[in-house]
């Protein structure tokens, strides 16, 4: 069974860093483009970020752009995203996603609740 | 950045009775490629989303074929052919086709 399991979420000061973790299984890891997106308490969806398969190209939404870095460990089936200059409006249920083509999210993990508070 | 806009925001259907989201987007969604990578998720109350349609008018696996998807350029529908009650939750639409990816503001199907 193809599945994806987010840790690192905490509640964290504004201003501070945190790495969140997405451990990939039942898949080839290294075969798929990966996703980040988030979302606020009660509020909706915000992609955050992908990581492509092949040469690792990453691309960002502005709202985090210069503050996060997504990456991956194919070794490790690991995808990360380390989060910096965090803001009260970061806070938010972060989900990776399994990219199978274009945009296409077929696995979703549980998340992982970043809060961001003094 | 492209804005995907969908309506309505809210939708009280009667079990069995058909339902529509459209969701409209800023930008023509048709890629360089001449694909247009326009999705629909579902997001059950508690639950991480869930790919419905894919490419604008793809099932997923899995999915019941009471849910179908339709449009072109800009403009977009989701249907569902006959309510049922496990499908209350939102329903969010999301391009792909340029970066950043975006999504709809999401709509939220309740049952009468």
């Known amino acids: 069974e193809e599945q994806l399991v987010e840790s690192g979420g905490v509640v964290v000061q504004p201003g501070g860093s945190l790495r969140l973790s997405c451990a990939a299984s039942?898949?080839?890891?290294?075969?798929?483009?990966m996703h980040w997106v988030r979302q606020a308490p009660g509020k909706g969806l915000e992609w955050v970020s992908l990581?492509?398969?092949?040469?690792?190209?990453?691309y960002y939404a502005d709202s985090v752009k210069g503050r996060f870095t997504i990456s991956r460990d194919n070794s490790e089936n690991s995808l990360y995203l380390q989060m910096s200059i965090l803001r009260t409006e970061d806070t938010a249920l972060y989900y990776c996603a399994k990219d199978e083509w274009h945009g296409m999210m077929t696995v979703w993990g549980q998340g992982t609740m970043v809060t961001v508070s003094s | 950045d492209i804005v995907m806009t969908q309506t309505p925001l809210s939708s009280l259907v009667t079990l069995g009775q058909p339902a529509s989201i459209s969701c409209r987007s800023s930008?023509?969604?048709?890629?360089?490629?001449?694909?247009?990578?326009l999705s629909w998720l579902q997001q059950r109350p508690g639950q991480p989303p869930r790919l419905l349609i894919y490419k604008v008018s793809n099932r997923f696996s899995g999915v019941p074929d009471r849910f179908s998807g339709s449009g072109a350029g800009t403009d977009f529908t989701l249907q569902i052919s006959r309510v049922e009650a496990e499908d209350v939750g939102v329903y969010y639409c999301m391009q792909a086709t340029q970066f950043p990816h975006t999504f709809g503001q999401g709509t939220k199907l309740e049952i009468k």
């Open positions: 930008q023509s969604l048709v890629h360089s490629d001449g694909n247009t990578f």
């Open positions: 039942g898949f080839t890891f290294d075969d798929y483009t």
């Open positions: 990581i492509t398969w092949d040469d690792g190209r990453t």
